[in-house]
Nanobody, 117 residues
Framework: QVQLVESGGGLVQPGGSLRLSCAASGFTFSSYYMSWVRQAPGKGLEWVSHINPDGGRTAIVDSVKGRFTISRDNAKNTLYLQMNSLKPEDAALYYC??????????WGQGTQVTVSS
């Protein structure tokens, strides 16, 4: 069965960095677009970034452009999100999501990112 397991979240001070990982299994990872979606406390879901199957094309939300980078290692079936210059407003539960025809069909359990001094 499809499994997406995020890791790498935690508590970081403003200006700090974290790298999130998502280990995928149960499907041919290299055939799918993958995304990161976040949800801040009391707010709705926000798409953050996506990457095409071979990793050659990415897109990212304006609020994190220049600070976050999405990448993937298809040999390791792993998706990444490098987050630099973190701000308090980046605090959220970050989900790894598989995309099919523009829709999200499988979600991980999420990893919590807290940005606080």
């Amino acid at each position: 069965q499809v499994q997406l397991v995020e890791s790498g979240g935690g508590l970081v001070q403003p200006g700090g960095s974290l790298r999130l990982s998502c280990a995928a299994s149960g499907f041919t990872f290299s055939s799918y677009y993958m995304s990161w979606v976040r949800q801040a406390p009391g707010k709705g879901l926000e798409w953050v970034s996506h990457i095409n199957p071979d990793g050659g094309r990415t897109a990212i939300v304006d609020s994190v452009k220049g600070r976050f980078t999405i990448s993937r290692d298809n040999a390791k079936n792993t998706l990444y999100l490098q987050m630099n210059s973190l701000k308090p407003e980046d605090a959220a539960l970050y989900y790894c999501v598989r995309s099919v025809s523009g829709s999200f069909d499988y979600w991980g359990q999420g990893t919590q990112v807290t940005v606080s001094s």
